[in-house]
């Protein structure tokens, strides 16, 4: 079993920056694969970025040139970087490790 942690959730404007964080119980995540997804009200949750094992990366295309997802093996971390942030990426950002994983989900909101 693998517990996630979110954090860096909150409300910002719109133009503004947030830095999700989530980091697991275990040690060896540099074995899998680590995204983010995102559900908003009503809306079915989709996969915002993913990063292998090797470090490469996809993103959902809306977000693209605006968010990066980065890990650190280390230190069982998973990050996504949101910059530029609009209305329409309001939603619960979930961290999940090797599509088996979730975790609690941490807010982000961005309005004026």
């Known amino acids: 079993q693998v517990q996630l942690v979110e954090s860096g959730g909150g409300l910002v404007q719109p133009g503004g920056s947030l830095r999700l964080s989530c980091i697991a119980s275990?040690?060896?995540?540099?074995?899998?694969?680590m995204s983010w997804y995102r559900q908003a009200p009503g809306r079915e949750r989709e996969l915002v970025a993913r990063?292998?094992?090797?470090?490469?990366?996809n993103y959902l295309d809306s977000v693209k040139d605006r968010f990066t997802i980065s890990r650190d093996n280390t230190k069982s971390t998973v990050a996504l970087q949101m910059n530029n942030l609009k209305p329409e990426d309001t939603a619960v950002y979930y961290c999940?490790?090797?599509?088996?994983?979730w975790g609690q989900g941490t807010q982000v909101t961005v309005s004026s």
């Open positions: 990063i292998t094992t090797d470090g490469r990366s």
């Open positions: 275990r040690t060896f995540l540099g074995d899998y694969g």
């Open positions: 999940n490790v090797a599509e088996k994983w």
